[in-house]
């Protein structure tokens, strides 16, 4: 019997990390996901995702810093800081998947960024140790940081958005994957004078499964069909997805979720609304859906998480 045997779980496992930037690893029967629906009367550590894995598997943490982490699951702490785990203070995991340790030359890594890059990466150019955080993606300088980042198979659409209310969609294909640690990607969006990304998404598989979801300033959200969206050419300025105006203010939190999935909107202040995505206000790109969000005069909206 070796170490390896002595660590390995006797299950299947779930993952999961915290917008406070705590990470959890947990035996999959013991799990309970349930979250209180409506808005909560404090603040709250709401997860980020939750990933389900076998005992075996061998997993890639990815964070908001460009960095990744590839290991067994095994090597995945029951519970830590992010600090703990080797991240540094403002560093935090935005996502994860299981790794198919006999298709790492037909995976890749794509990641996105509001400095409006995007890098597309083989897995099996990868560098760095097992279980150790080594860079994917270069050129984040404060306050850059990633905003989606999943493995896709070549076959998967990026999506950002912007503060302005404009999203593009483009193919991961029109990437040219990068080898290199310290490249930085190329063009996904031209952000207008005054914009800013706020946010972005991965999709992988059938679109009409999936929503675009919006939330404003002033509370007013809606989920339009991801169909609804065109696909153009990567590095466009993308099209208007919110008649922006005073009584909606700007985009404040934007995702890309499945139409039976569930969804958080975080409020500055650490509120959470838990809703399912089906609540969200049904609407075309270009209305402002209804007012359903209500943090209070004194709290705003700040993250829109899907599970």
């Known amino acids: ?32 996901g349930r979250q209180t629906r409506g808005i909560t009367k404090r603040a709250v550590d709401s997860p980020l995702f939750f990933l389900e894995t076998g005992a075996n ?18 090597r995945v702490p029951e519970k830590a800081g992010n600090i703990d785990f080797g991240l540094d203070k403002e560093e935090i995991i935005i996502s994860a998947d299981v790794v198919k340790p006999d298709r790492t030359d037909k995976t890749y890594l794509t990641l ?3 400095n409006g890059k995007v890098k597309r990466t ?19 300088s404060e306050p850059d940081q990633v905003v989606a980042a999943a493995l896709t198979d070549g076959s ?12 593009i969609k483009f193919e991961e294909e029109s990437v040219n994957p ?13 952000v207008a004078k005054g914009d800013r990304i706020i946010s972005g998404s991965i999709v992988c598989g ?20 991801l169909t609804a969206f065109p696909t153009q050419g990567r590095g466009g300025q993308g099209v208007q997805t919110l008649k922006i105006t005073p009584v909606t203010g700007k985009v404040a939190a934007a995702s890309v979720g499945q139409n039976k999935s569930n969804a958080n909107i975080i409020s500055g202040q650490g509120r959470r609304h838990h809703l399912s995505v089906s609540e969200f206000p049904e609407s075309n790109r270009v209305n402002r859906g209804e007012q359903i969000i209500d943090f209070g005069a004194d709290d705003t909206v700040q993250q829109l998480t899907t599970f």
Do not use: H
């Not at 002595?6 to 917008?19: E, Y």
């Not at 598997?57 to 095994?74: F, K, T």
């Not at 659409?157 to 999203?167: D, I």
């Not at 675009?212 to 002033?218: A, F, G, M, P, Q």
């Open 178 to 190: 990068q080898a290199s640690s310290s490249a930085t990607g190329v063009a996904a969006i031209k």
């Open 1 to 32: 019997m070796t170490k390896e045997d002595l660590l390995r779980p006797k299950g299947p496992q779930v993952i999961a990390s915290t917008i406070r930037g705590n990470l959890y690893r947990v035996q999959a029967k013991d799990f309970n």
């Open 122 to 140: 083989v897995v099996a150019d990868l560098s760095g140790g097992e279980a150790n955080w080594n860079r994917v993606m270069g050129g984040l």
């Open 206 to 225: 059938d679109e009409k499964a999936y929503s675009v979801l919006l939330v404003s300033e002033k509370g007013w959200a809606k989920r339009v069909s």
């Open 57 to 74: 598997d061998m997993v890639l943490l990815l964070s908001n810093q460009g960095r990744a982490w590839y290991g067994p699951v095994y």
């Open 112 to 114: 996105a960024a509001t």
């Open 156 to 167: 998967c659409k990026v999506l950002l958005f912007t503060k302005n209310g404009k999203v």
